[in-house]
Nanobody, 122 residues
Framework: QVQLVESGGGLVQAGGSLRLSCAASGSILSINAMGWYRQAPGKQRELVGVITSGGSTNYGGAVKGRFTISGDNAKNTVYLQMNSLKPEDTAVYCC????????????????WGQGTQVTVSS
């Protein structure tokens, strides 16, 4: 119905940068917000950043000041620019689209991508 495809993950050294992308496709009428969560081994899932279709943003405290989220409404795509990466940023980063209306369902709902691995070496 709705697919989220993430890209841009990889292995980088501490202090380096990566740019993640996530594109939503399918029978989409509208999306309220898109964002990124991450989960490291043995830890709880945490918010990285979210952006609404209107352009407002919110960040998790662990990444604020280092990461920047942006989006392209026309392409149903969200980006995450990650700078000054630290080993503790190592995690699987998952994209989410929230408040998604489709041609096949009455109620809006969320969809999740499969995740992309980000590994930061010290």
């Amino acid at each position: 119905q709705v697919q989220l495809v993430e890209s841009g993950g990889g292995l980088v050294q501490a202090g380096g940068s990566l740019r993640l992308s996530c594109a939503a496709s399918g029978s989409i009428l509208s999306i309220n917000a898109m964002g990124w969560y991450r989960q490291a081994p043995g830890k709880q899932r945490e918010l990285v950043g979210v952006i609404t279709s209107g352009g407002s943003t919110n960040y998790g405290g662990a990444v604020k000041g280092r990461f920047t989220i942006s989006g392209d409404n026309a392409k149903n795509t969200v980006y995450l620019q990650m700078n000054s990466l630290k080993p503790e940023d190592t995690a699987v980063y998952c994209c989410v689209a929230d408040g998604v209306r489709t041609t096949r369902q009455y109620f809006a709902r969320s969809f999740w991508g499969q995740g992309t691995q980000v590994t930061v070496s010290s």
